[in-house]
């Protein structure tokens, strides 16, 4: 079992900054991913970031250049920094966490919500 504790969510005007924390515990392998996922009510939930223990980000198109993903792999934790934010960057803000390797589980934090007002 994994837990994930996110933080930092809220408001914020457009072109303003957030960062989302998320500390994971439990069962951690040491080659694992971790990232953020964003969901809009009545929509699915999509990537935003991803990155993998040696560092390895990926990022959705619509964040490229604005958001930065990072991890601190001694705390088990992931941050997503985000500058420039728009409007439509609101949503809830889910953190992902899952153990490399076959057979293995996804796991996810409560969600924090992201509010970006014009």
């Known amino acids: 079992q994994v837990q994930l504790v996110e933080s930092g969510g809220g408001l914020v005007q457009a072109g303003g900054s957030l960062r989302l924390s998320c500390a994971a515990s439990?069962?951690?392998?040491?080659?694992?991913?971790m990232g953020w996922y964003r969901q809009a009510p009545g929509k699915p939930r999509d990537l935003v970031a991803s990155?993998?223990?040696?560092?390895?980000?990926t990022y959705a198109d619509s964040v490229k250049g604005r958001f930065t993903i990072s991890r601190d792999n001694a705390k088990n934790t992931v941050y997503l920094q985000m500058n420039s934010l728009k409007p439509e960057d609101t949503e809830v803000y889910y953190c992902?966490?899952?153990?490399?390797?076959?057979?293995?589980?996804?796991?996810w934090g409560q969600g924090t919500q992201v509010t970006v007002s014009s």
């Open positions: 992902h966490f899952k153990n490399m390797g076959t057979g293995t589980t996804s796991y």
């Open positions: 990155i993998t223990t040696p560092g390895t980000t």
């Open positions: 439990g069962t951690i392998f040491s080659s694992n991913l």
